[in-house]
C-alpha cells in the first residue's frame, strides 16, 4: 500500500491528452512539500519528468506539463505519442514518517 | 555529466546481508542528498534511504532496523547495507542522486527535492 496513490493504468490513442493523478494527505503533498514525477521506459531506470511540481528537466518536451492542488497532484501528457508508452510515479515526502514517498505506479498504454 | 553505477553480488543468501556500492563518476559527491531506491519484479519503486554527503543518513522505517547506509567521499561512493534479507529482498537496487537549485552560484539541496540523476541499477535475488 503507497503513501501516494495512482491509478494504476490509463491509456489513450495517439495525439490525445491524458492525465495521471497523484493523490497524498496533509503529512505529504497537502504540508506543502513538493511533487516531482518519474517515467519508465520498460527495461531502464527512472528519468525525472517533472520536478517541483510544475518543472520541465532540460529535454522533457513541454507536451509533459505538471500541476498540484491541495493534496493531490496530476501529470498531463498532449499528443500522446507511442513512445510515451511507460510507467509514470510520482514522489514527495512524508514529514510524519519522515521519508520519501512514491505513488504505486501509473502505466500508460498509448492504443 | 554525472554518471552512477550500482555494483554487488547479484546473489545473497536468505539471513545474510545485501551489500552494494554506488560509484559517482563526472561529478562531485559533497554537497549532495544520495538516495537508494528498489524495484520488486513488476512492482513500484521503495524508497530504502538517503545519506548527505556529511554522512547523515535517514532510512524508510519499514526497513530502518535492517539498513545502513554510508558515503566515502575520497573514493566517491555510496553504499548499502541490508542485513536478514529474504526473498521479499529480491529487486533491482538503484541509486540516485538528489536535484540541487543553483540561484547566482549559490547551490541549495534538500531531501525533498526530486531524484535528478539514476544509476542503471542492479538486480538482487535472495535465494539459497
Known amino acids: 500500500q503507497s503513501v501516494l496513490t495512482q491509478s494504476p493504468s490509463v491509456s489513450g490513442a495517439p495525439g490525445q491528452r491524458v492525465t495521471i493523478s497523484c493523490s497524498g494527505s496533509s503529512s505529504n503533498i497537502g504540508a506543502g512539500y513538493d511533487v516531482h514525477w518519474y517515467q519508465q521506459l520498460p527495461g531502464t531506470a527512472p528519468k525525472l519528468l517533472i520536478y517541483k511540481n510544475t518543472n520541465r528537466p532540460s529535454g522533457v518536451p513541454d507536451r509533459f506539463s505538471g500541476s498540484k492542488s491541495g493534496t493531490s497532484a496530476s501529470l498531463a501528457i498532449t499528443g500522446l505519442q507511442a513512445e510515451d508508452e511507460a510507467d509514470y510515479y510520482c514522489q514527495s515526502y512524508d514529514g510524519s514518517l519522515s521519508a520519501v514517498v512514491f505513488g504505486g505506479g501509473t502505466k500508460l498504454t498509448v492504443l | 555529466q554525472v554518471q552512477l553505477q550500482e555494483s554487488g553480488p547479484g546473489l545473497v543468501k536468505p539471513s545474510e546481508t545485501l551489500s552494494l556500492t554506488c560509484s559517482v563518476s563526472?561529478?562531485?559527491?559533497?554537497?549532495?542528498?544520495w538516495s537508494w531506491i528498489r524495484q520488486p519484479p513488476g512492482k513500484g519503486l521503495e524508497w530504502i534511504g538517503f545519506?548527505?554527503?556529511?554522512?547523515?543518513?535517514n532510512y524508510n522505517p519499514s526497513l530502518k532496523s535492517r539498513v545502513t547506509i554510508s558515503v566515502d567521499r575520497p573514493k566517491k561512493q555510496i553504499s548499502l547495507k541490508l542485513s536478514s534479507v529474504t526473498a521479499a529482498d529480491t529487486a533491482v537496487y538503484y541509486c540516485?542522486?538528489?536535484?540541487?537549485?543553483?540561484?547566482?552560484?549559490?547551490?541549495?539541496?534538500?531531501?525533498?527535492?526530486?531524484?535528478?540523476?539514476w544509476g542503471q541499477g542492479t538486480t538482487v535475488t535472495v535465494s539459497s
Open positions: 563526472g561529478g562531485p559527491i559533497n554537497y549532495y542528498y
Open positions: 545519506i548527505y554527503s556529511t554522512g547523515s543518513a
Open positions: 540516485a542522486r538528489h536535484r540541487q537549485d543553483c540561484t547566482k552560484g549559490v547551490c541549495t539541496t534538500y531531501y525533498y527535492y526530486g531524484l535528478a540523476v
